[in-house]
């Protein structure tokens, strides 16, 4: 099956540092990528959809500046949170679209990043 | 806007018993309706689907699913569950035009023995 992978799991950061998170899609190409922010006993939030080779698209009230996006290639995207701060301190999760115009059939998530700001 | 309501925030059930969650989509056309589980430490797993056609749909470990435009509902339901059942489920609708997909807050099931 389909397989995405998320590194690192977890992260602890001072606050004011910026973390990098990746996510691959293992053995499948994908043109999509979308990343959520999970919170504590709360649903997945969707922040972004990232296609490769171009400028991710954010959800209404995600600051763009805050959470950078690449996804350089068809197998690899990133979200970089900048200056990290406590409240960024949230569980990460990325997915991945294995066919074009079909993401909600073949869309497989990977298995998160629990990130903590200190 | 879409968006998914599950009404039970934690069900408890007893091992052996059954099972039905709720859940109820805000959508103007025929959404996709997706279940996926969350296990502790685990990534989400997808369930089961539903895009068209039969609207009770089949999934995997046993859970089916109703697709019922009249009540905008999509309830997950197992005739028979077991302790490794005990995981967040969330509801999750998308559009057909694009390939985003909207959560629902999640209900925790939790399984007495």
């Known amino acids: 099956g389909a397989v995405v992978s998320q590194h690192p799991s977890r992260v602890i950061c001072k606050s004011g540092t910026s973390v990098k998170i990746e996510c691959r899609s293992l053995d499948f190409q994908a043109t999509t990528m979308f990343w959520y922010r999970q919170f504590p006993k709360k649903s997945l939030m969707l922040m972004a959809t990232?296609?490769?080779?171009?400028?991710?698209?954010?959800e209404q009230g995600v600051e763009k500046d805050k959470f950078l996006i690449n996804h350089a290639s068809l197998t690899l995207s990133t979200l970089t949170v900048t200056s990290a701060h406590p409240e960024d301190s949230s569980f990460y999760i990325c997915?991945?679209?294995?066919?074009?115009?079909?993401?909600?059939?073949?869309?497989?998530f990977g298995p998160g990043t629990r990130l903590l700001v200190l | 806007a879409q968006s998914v309501t599950q009404p039970d925030i934690h069900i408890t059930v007893s091992e052996g018993a059954s099972l039905e969650l709720r859940c109820n989509y805000s959508?103007?056309?025929?959404?996709?309706l997706f279940w996926y589980v969350q296990s502790p430490g685990q990534g989400l797993q997808l369930l089961l689907k539903?895009?068209?056609?039969?609207?009770l749909v089949q999934g995997i470990k046993g859970f089916e699913a109703e697709f019922k435009r009249s009540q905008s509902s999509f309830n997950l339901r197992k005739p028979s569950v077991h302790w490794s059942d005990a995981a967040e489920y969330f509801c999750?609708?998308?559009?057909?035009?694009?390939?985003?997909?909207?959560f629902g807050k999640g209900t925790r099931l939790h399984i007495l023995p």
């Open positions: 539903y895009f068209s056609g039969d609207t």
């Open positions: 990232s296609n490769e080779g171009s400028k991710a698209t954010y």
């Open positions: 959508y103007g056309a025929t959404p996709y």
């Open positions: 999750a609708v998308g559009e057909r035009r694009d390939d985003k997909i909207i």
């Open positions: 997915s991945a679209s294995r066919i074009p115009g079909q993401g909600q059939e073949t869309q497989y």
